[in-house]
């Protein structure tokens, strides 16, 4: 069964699953696909070549799947995919992406998007994570699972969030932050480890005290990143979880906020 507000306007195109349902004045275009037990509230746009998996809740205002805020951008067919049970507070704009990069903006499971978010094209947002109100990627973002970007905080793009971590409020983010690390403040630095949010996901003390020794290597033992990533290997030996951040390190494009 779909519920459709009588005022609502869908597409003949548009494929919505079983127990859909559709606020009072949304708009879903021809493109968009949503999958079984989607809550959509009133006054909800979902366009472009957008797909949407199940059991999500998209509140009110909210833009989905629109064109990029990118000049380059020509109608180019690309897309936006969100996974399933995420809730996408009010007045959130996620758009599609870009062919100058993968040409999909990707927002996974069970996510948390708090109040007037915006994802940018081409952003890669991993499980579990949580955005604050007001946070905000550029474009080219990515995210890894369970980080929490607080209020107001704004990402630089193609920067990479690591997977835990944690971003303070009205944090401006241009370079990438490690696994684990707690950053905050203007400018950005780092204060930490996320000890609390590790202990909330299951991590054992003995593997949270290893971080906080791992993170000493990387921030103030004063030996340089080459001298440090030496000392991490030999402490991943003892912690395989140590090995979260030189994976991360490896990959690392803008360096890290150190």
Known sequence: MIGVHP?????????????????????????????DATWIGPHVVLDGHTRIGKENRIFQ?????????????????T??????????????????GTAQDVGITRLGNDNWIMASVHIAHDCQVGNQTVFANNATLAGHVSVDDYAILGGFA??????????????????????DVPPCVTVGGNPTAPHGINAEGLKRRGFSPDVILALRRAYKTLYKSGLSLAEAKS?????????PEIGMWLDFLAISTRGIIR
């Open 7 to 35: 005022s609502a306007i869908v597409h003949p195109g548009a494929k919505l699953g079983e127990g859909v349902t559709v606020g009072a004045y949304s708009i879903i275009g021809e493109h968009v696909e949503v999958g």
């Open 61 to 77: 205002f909210s833009s989905l799947g629109e064109a990029p805020q990118d000049k380059k951008y020509s109608g180019e067919p």
């Open 79 to 96: 897309r936006l995919e969100i996974g399933d049970r995420n809730t996408i507070r009010e007045f959130c704009s996620i758009n599609i």
């Open 154 to 175: 704004g990402i630089h793009q193609f920067c990479h969030i690591g997977a835990h971590s944690m971003v303070g409020i009205s944090s401006v983010v241009t370079m």
């Open 231 to 239: 000392v991490l290997e030999e402490q991943r030996e003892l912690v």
